[in-house]
Structure formats: structure tokens, C-alpha cells
């Protein structure tokens, strides 16, 4: 298991835009280890966690209808960190936003989870 931090997130209005990041800490960040899948989720309250957005091996990342034409995922190789830019933002936007990644270092994989970043969009 490794520990991933997340940044970002906050308020904004409709039709705004937020970005997410995600990062592995500790020896993760190090150069030893690679990136090999990222998956972006979001929770609804009193809601399961729903897949948004995935990439696995450097594949073109793939999409929920949800929010398809207005996220993009994209990655960092050299700081082996993952972003979520989410434009034209709507009020059912608004929940709980969380990073998964699968890292690969010495043979051995490892999967982690964000803490998780509070999205609202009002006004």
C-alpha cells in the first residue's frame, strides 16, 4: 500500500473550473517507482463510489458519461503525480473526489487511495 495526497478542490461556481492533484508521499515519490494505472472517483452522499475517469498502463484515458468532454486526467511521469482538470462545472458536480494509484517498483505493486477532496459547485 502507499499513501497518495491529494490537493485541490474547492468551491466554484457553475461553469467553472477546479483542478485535482494526486501524489504519491514518502519513498513513492521517489524516481524508483512508476505510475502504471490512475483512476479518479467521486462519492455522492449516501452514495457508493463511483468511477469517473481511468488510464492503466499509459493508455488514453477513459471516460464516464458523466463527465466526459469536460474532465481530463493527465499525469506527471517525471513527479509521479495525477491531475483531474474539471471544466464547465455543474452543481451535480458537487461531492467527495478521490485519486487511486497503482505504482510499480522492483517488480512489486503497490495500489493506494487519496484522502479524498471536497468539490462543491454552487451559485
Known amino acids: 500500500q502507499v499513501q497518495l495526497v491529494q490537493s485541490g478542490g474547492g468551491a466554484a461556481q457553475p461553469g467553472g473550473s477546479l483542478r485535482l492533484s494526486c501524489a504519491p508521499s514518502?519513498?513513492?515519490?521517489?524516481?524508483?517507482?512508476?505510475?502504471?494505472?490512475m483512476n479518479w472517483y467521486r462519492q455522492f452522499p449516501g452514495k457508493q463510489r463511483e468511477l469517473i475517469a481511468s488510464?492503466?498502463?499509459?493508455?488514453?484515458?477513459v471516460y464516464g458519461g458523466a463527465v466526459k468532454g469536460r474532465f481530463t486526467m493527465s499525469r506527471d511521469y517525471v513527479m509521479n503525480t495525477g491531475y483531474l482538470q474539471m471544466n464547465n462545472l455543474k452543481p451535480e458536480d458537487t461531492a467527495v473526489y478521490y485519486c487511486?494509484?497503482?505504482?510499480?517498483?522492483?517488480?512489486?505493486?503497490?495500489?493506494?487511495w487519496g484522502q479524498g477532496t471536497q468539490v462543491s459547485v454552487s451559485g
Open positions: 487511486r494509484m497503482t505504482l510499480k517498483s522492483g517488480g512489486e505493486v503497490y495500489d493506494g
Open positions: 488510464s492503466i498502463d499509459g493508455r488514453d484515458p
Open positions: 514518502g519513498s513513492a515519490s521517489s524516481s524508483a517507482f512508476s505510475i502504471t494505472g
